[in-house]
């Protein structure tokens, strides 16, 4: 399943619809600043433990896009849901002044 890349107006669009945001930082990092309702599942234990299958639509994002873009392909065949990576992360996120949780 492919994988598109989004801003995070339309990430924050997708979420208000329904969509789940997956953090695929670290829980240290996830604990010290995170996007309300992500879920935490780190792309150093993602392929063991993926995403609910049941899910219908998910955004992966990590802090700047770096992590998400290298990760791309894997992350991809990690769900069989609509598959989004929000571009700039979480910062992208901050960026555009939605709420974040710290810490």
């Given at each position: 399943?492919?994988?598109?890349?989004?801003?995070?107006?339309?990430?924050?669009?997708?979420?208000?619809?329904?969509?789940?945001?997956i953090?695929v930082?670290?829980?240290?990092?996830?604990?010290d600043?995170?996007?309300?309702?992500?879920?935490?599942?780190?792309l150093?234990?993602?392929?063991?433990?993926?995403?609910?299958?049941?899910?219908?639509?998910?955004?992966?994002?990590?802090k700047?896009?770096?992590r998400?873009?290298?990760?791309?392909?894997?992350?991809?065949?990690?769900?069989?849901?609509?598959?989004?990576?929000?571009?700039?992360?979480?910062?992208?996120?901050?960026?555009?002044?939605?709420?974040?949780?710290?810490?």
């Amino acid at each position: 399943m492919s994988i598109r890349h989004i801003d995070a107006r339309e990430a924050k669009r997708l979420v208000d619809g329904g969509a789940i945001l997956i953090d695929v930082r670290e829980p240290g990092e996830h604990a010290d600043e995170s996007i309300p309702g992500a879920r935490n599942h780190p792309l150093s234990a993602i392929t063991q433990s993926p995403p609910d299958p049941a899910l219908q639509t998910v955004i992966y994002h990590c802090k700047s896009g770096g992590r998400t873009r290298m990760a791309s392909s894997a992350l991809s065949r990690c769900s069989s849901a609509d598959s989004y990576i929000m571009d700039g992360g979480i910062e992208a996120w901050k960026a555009a002044g939605y709420p974040v949780r710290r810490g």
